[in-house]
């Protein structure tokens, strides 16, 4: 690396991460934090709340056992957004309730500034929510770096979609129009599939144009992708949507020995689930296994749950499925299961409730095809496992990111094929004969083998990506360089633009 000589001489760059309050943007995070504090004079802090923290301790006490330090500064979690004690998260309130977590979001201003101001770190890597730390950053003289959970593909798809409003013109909820202005090949949605706040005014709609603005405005940004994968959609992003970015993923293929430990925090069931689910993966032939999951925080009404259950048991395959329990997380509900079905499946089916170590799992030989929501984590630990995928989108960007799956890279198949929509008072029931023929058709059908072939080819390249000379692994490398450089200017007297 150009600057580990003089690094090592040089004062600590001292890098505040600072995530939002969701397990899939805290994750990435401290993987790239996790990172930063592998190079000589690099002192990362993430600066979160304490319950966040928690899900993050084993990873950070892996990276310290390595060597590899980062250390935490906690604030409160806002008592105003009238959360009981230690709910701190998307994923632990049920979706009527997460405008209480958006407002968090709003009320923690004031705690970035004071600690931001107080402790005037070298550089803020931020979450894309809290906008204003652009602002404070300037103010300064330091740079902020906006970090994006979502992927370059659903980032243009939807900032495209903002400014041309093309979804406003058509007939109907389920026509079908073609994304404009975007690179590569023609992709069509269809408004019901679109993320709520393109289809009504919600919390995002109102912060759109501040969030836009500080992205723009600040010094670049970090995304958990790598250019081998979207490189037509980072080319186009670089032009039109930041100053500069850096593509540094996909961050689960960092740390191979630390992937069962990511997200789960200490406690002794996300423990127990560890060591069960490695337990019952290590008696299954390779590829025998479907794995289950739809990301942190999404959940099902019971009624879906159990089309699921008669679903998955009538497919034949085995299965690893992670049922959320879809509320603060001290009451596991079971009412949706079908009678006697949990005694049918047993010993081909294993449900885990809460949290199970996707990464790993992902990993492991035995699961041949995800089941997912389409969130971008999962699908970049998919990919980075060389696993093809059953897609089931659910909210948000997951229906615009599972386009780049199943139309553009061809590494998966839809579920159901029936009306889909983002919005939950309109979702559709997928019965069960539904998910056993997806599933069969997937594992009996010719597709499998030739989408088992070209995830294990990305799997390659992302692996590539991230390791020594990677893309991935020169730009996290070029934006901690440039960092330095711009701690040496901003200590002879220039200012950050
Ligand atoms: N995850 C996990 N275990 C679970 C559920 C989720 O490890 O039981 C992790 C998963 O590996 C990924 C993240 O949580 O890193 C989910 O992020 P994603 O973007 O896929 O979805 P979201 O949670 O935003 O819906």
């Not at 009527?96 to 979001?105: F, R």
């Not at 289809?199 to 790598?226: M, P």
């Not at 949290?355 to 980075?384: K, R, Y």
């Amino acid at each position: 690396m150009a600057l580990s000589g003089e690094e090592a001489r040089a004062p600590k760059l001292r890098v505040f991460f600072i995530p939002f309050f969701a397990t899939s943007h805290i994750i990435p995070m401290t993987d790239i934090a996790c990172q930063f504090a592998k190079r000589p004079s690099v002192e990362p802090t993430m600066v979160i709340t304490a319950a966040n923290a928690a899900l993050i301790r084993p990873t950070l006490d892996h990276s310290a056992s390595s060597g590899h330090t980062v250390q935490l500064l906690l604030y409160p979690f806002p008592s105003a957004a009238h959360l009981p004690s230690g709910i701190e998260n998307l994923g632990s309130v049920s979706s009527d309730e997460s405008w209480k977590i958006y407002k968090a979001v709003d009320l923690s201003r004031d705690a970035h500034d004071r600690i931001i101001r107080e402790h005037t770190p070298d550089a803020i890597i931020s979450d894309i929510p809290f906008w204003w730390t652009t602002a404070i950053a300037k103010d300064l003289g330091i740079p902020r770096i906006t970090f994006h959970a979502a992927g370059v593909f659903p980032q243009c798809v939807m900032n495209n979609l903002v400014k041309n409003r093309v979804h406003d013109h058509v007939p109907t909820d389920s026509h079908q129009f073609t994304i404009p202005d975007l690179p590569g090949p023609s992709i069509e949605m269809v408004k019901s599939e679109l993320p709520e706040f393109l289809k009504q005014r919600n919390h995002l709609t109102r912060a759109w144009d501040d969030l836009k603005k500080s992205q723009l405005e600040s010094y670049g940004v970090v995304v958990n992708t790598f250019y081998e994968l979207e490189h037509e959609y980072c080319d186009y992003y670089r032009e039109v949507d930041c100053q500069r970015a850096w593509f540094v993923g996909p961050v689960a293929l960092y740390d191979e020995q630390g992937k069962a430990g990511r997200g789960g925090g200490e406690s002794e069931a996300a423990r127990e689930n560890r060591e069960r689910c490695m337990r019952w993966l290590g008696g299954k032939e390779a590829g025998s296994v479907i794995f289950v999951c739809f990301g942190s925080w999404c959940c099902f009404e019971d009624e879906q749950l159990r089309e699921m259950a008669l679903g998955l048991e009538a497919s034949g395959m085995e299965f690893l499925w992670v049922v959320r329990s879809g509320d603060h997380g001290e009451h596991v509900k079971t009412e949706w299961m079908p009678e006697g079905w949990e005694e049918r499946v047993k010993g081909k089916g294993l449900v885990v409730r809460g949290w199970a170590p996707q990464a790993a799992i992902l990993d492991h030989e035995a699961v041949g095809v995800f089941m997912t929501h389409c969130g971008w984590n999962s699908l970049l630990e998919g990919l980075g496992s060389g696993k093809p995928m059953l897609t089931w989108p659910l909210a948000f960007d997951h229906f615009i990111s599972e386009r780049l799956m199943v139309e553009v890279l061809k590494v998966g198949v839809r579920v159901w094929d029936g009306f889909r929509s983002t919005s939950e008072k309109e979702k559709v029931v997928v019965p069960a004969e539904a998910i056993e023929n997806a599933v069969r058709k997937f594992m009996e059908g010719g597709e499998r083998e030739k989408m088992r072939k070209r995830a294990a080819e990305w799997a390659e390249i992302a692996g590539a990506a991230v390791a020594e000379g990677g893309s991935s692994y020169k730009d996290l490398n070029s934006l901690i360089d440039e960092l330095f450089v711009l701690q040496h200017e901003r200590k002879n007297g220039k200012h950050i633009e």
